[in-house]
């Protein structure tokens, strides 16, 4: 199996899952029992972990909440901000190529009464700067955008959004869930009020994430989602997933520069290639600031449903995998003004440390093949090539 499909998950790594493993095994107190030693050990191995994670993002522990997830931190923040904020204002801003976690959020708020305008993107999926300045309101309490995207890849200039929301006094939220491992972030010098990510996207163990709040002269609040015990400064109860906290924390250390480099040189060929043997094709958001790992990549008259079929060996995605099941096309393409059966044409092959040029070596003949076997009993291909349609 060639394994490219590094947006939806990553491969733990090993050392992540050594580190691991004691807390699974012997060391398995509850790190709130610190009434006794084996709580004790367990607490400081959470708190270690909220340490090493905050260093990484330059933020102090304090600021780092740990959730199951992305998922989970996105229902906090859109849900807990509106439940406080409501009655300072109660319009929200994102936009529509956003992740689906945060899309259904905004609908969930949307029914309690909220107003959510969603900033519009170019073909390449950039984001209109102008529209969201013009959007901010008096009753705007939230501006929720991510750094990366999970289809395409491209990056949105959050440095950018930081600035106008902290001139406009509005918080900002930024999902980084794509970003953090391939792209470097520092909270030292970005105005984000809120972040999130979580550790399956960085080769750490999945069902854990972060939530960074930003600690301000005024305390942003936020209405718990998961209401119980008082962990997590009474912000998120249950009790401390220790073994994938460790884990989250040992993946974070596992980043590094060099790889980032090395995965950019391989996607960067694997897009030569693709372009120089097989004809009608494109890479969306090409022209755009990208991830260094994602290709998404437009096949002519190509479902991508036949041709993923066409390539048992090899793990691609056609869309975000949370979406999957419903068959629905993808929201992000829309928004990028493909149309439905344009969206149906394309595929994401997202790279990671993992991979090597000898894959995409015995890739691409099969990607060619496969393209040109579908190609070939297309009825519509036929009659593209005989120029009577575009
Ligand atoms: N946000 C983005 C951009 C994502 O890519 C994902 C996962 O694919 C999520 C949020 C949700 O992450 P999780 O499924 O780990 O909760």
């Not at 493909?338 to 990607?367: A, H, T, W």
Request: neutral net charge; glycine residues 6%.
């Amino acid at each position: 199996m060639i394994y490219l499909d590094n947006n939806a998950t990553t491969r733990i790594d090993t050392e992540v899952l050594e580190a691991m493993l004691p807390y699974l095994e012997e060391d398995y107190g509850n790190a709130s029992s610190i009434q006794h030693k084996m709580g004790r050990k367990t607490h400081l191995a959470v708190e270690e972990s909220r340490a090493t994670i905050a260093k990484y993002l330059k933020v102090d522990p304090k600021e780092i909440y740990f959730t199951s997830g992305s998922t989970e931190a996105i229902t906090t923040v859109i849900q807990g901000i509106y439940d406080r904020y409501r009655s300072k204002g109660n319009h929200i801003i994102t936009c529509a190529t956003e992740h689906k976690a945060v899309l259904a959020n905004c609908e969930a708020v949307e029914k309690k009464g909220a107003k959510i305008t969603y900033i519009p993107v170019n073909q390449e999926g950039e984001l209109d700067l102008e529209a969201l300045e013009k959007a901010i309101n008096k009753e705007t309490i939230l501006v929720c955008l991510m750094s990366a995207n999970n289809e395409t890849g491209i990056l949105h200039p959050i440095r950018d959004i930081a600035i106008l929301c902290q001139e406009k006094g509005v918080l900002f939220f930024c999902d980084a869930t794509q970003s953090i491992g391939k792209h470097s972030i520092d909270l030292a010098s970005l105005p984000i009020d809120l972040l999130c990510f979580s550790a399956h996207k960085f080769h750490g163990p999945k069902g854990i994430g972060v939530l960074y709040v930003r600690r301000k002269s005024r305390p942003i609040q936020i209405e718990p989602l998961i209401i119980g015990g008082k962990q997590e400064n009474g912000l998120r109860g249950g009790t401390y997933n220790t073994a994938s906290i460790v884990g989250a924390a040992k993946a974070i250390t596992c980043i590094s520069d060099d790889t980032q480099e090395k995965v950019q040189k391989l996607r960067d060929y694997f897009e030569q290639r693709i372009l120089n043997s097989i004809e009608d094709c494109s890479i969306l958001s090409y022209r755009a600031e990208r991830l260094n790992n994602t290709s998404n990549i437009f096949f002519k008259y190509v479902s991508s449903a036949e041709l993923m079929v066409s390539l048992p060996d090899v793990a691609c995605s056609s869309g975000s995998a949370c979406m999957t099941a419903t068959h629905a096309p993808s929201s992000v393409l829309k928004a990028m003004h493909l149309s439905v059966e344009e969206g149906r044409c394309c595929v994401r092959f997202s790279f990671s440390k993992y991979n090597s040029k000898e894959e995409v070596d015995m890739l691409i003949p099969q990607i060619e093949n496969a393209v040109c076997q579908i190609r070939a009993s297309s009825p519509i291909w036929k009659m593209y090539k005989e120029g009577l349609i575009h």
